[in-house]
């Protein structure tokens, strides 16, 4: 059940693959799952908010890096032009309105420097990690996490 304060989620997210230019990716690890490993996700927050928007919300909420700053500039995220379509596991049905029972979500690849201060929503993410990508790959515990991480050196162009 929603309330006014609580809408439905927007069955429309985000998977932004963090790496550095040697193809280091930043894992972190969920709070509410203990050893479930991922890349920055995230719903959109309105239907007007574009993927980028959501792309750069979702990174500072969750790393605290900041997209357009510059040590990060707006160049380094990339639409990987990817995207998921999968079953929204029904114990999360409940955050989606009724009848909502898949999610699209988009891919998009961010360059940061290795040495980016990280610093997570704790009520989130426990702990982070920067694991070359194959490692990085077998750490994620979603399918779809690990496939677009398995992508990186055939869509990461170099440069930011």
């Known amino acids: 059940m929603t309330t006014p304060s609580r809408p439905y989620k927007i069955p429309e997210s985000v998977l932004v693959v963090i790496h550095t230019p040697a193809l280091e990716v930043l894992l972190i690890e969920r709070a509410d799952h203990p050893g479930f490993w991922q890349s920055v996700t995230g719903s959109k927050d309105t239907a007007g908010e574009t ?39 029904p114990v999360w049905r409940h955050r989606y309105a009724p009848g909502v029972t898949h ?35 077998d750490r994620c515990f979603s399918p779809s996490n690990a496939e677009a991480v398995l992508q990186l050196p055939r869509l990461w162009q170099g440069g930011a």
Request: net charge negative; charged share 25%.
């Open 51 to 89: 993927l980028l928007e959501t792309c750069v919300r979702e990174v500072a909420e969750e790393t605290g890096i900041e997209v357009g700053s510059r040590e990060v500039p707006a160049a380094a995220l990339r639409d990987w032009r990817l995207s998921n379509v999968y079953e929204i596991y």
């Open 103 to 137: 999610n699209t979500e988009h891919v998009f690849g961010l360059t940061v420097p290795r040495d980016i201060a990280i610093r997570l929503a704790p009520r989130e993410h426990l702990r982070h990690v920067w694991l070359p990508y194959q490692e990085a790959a």
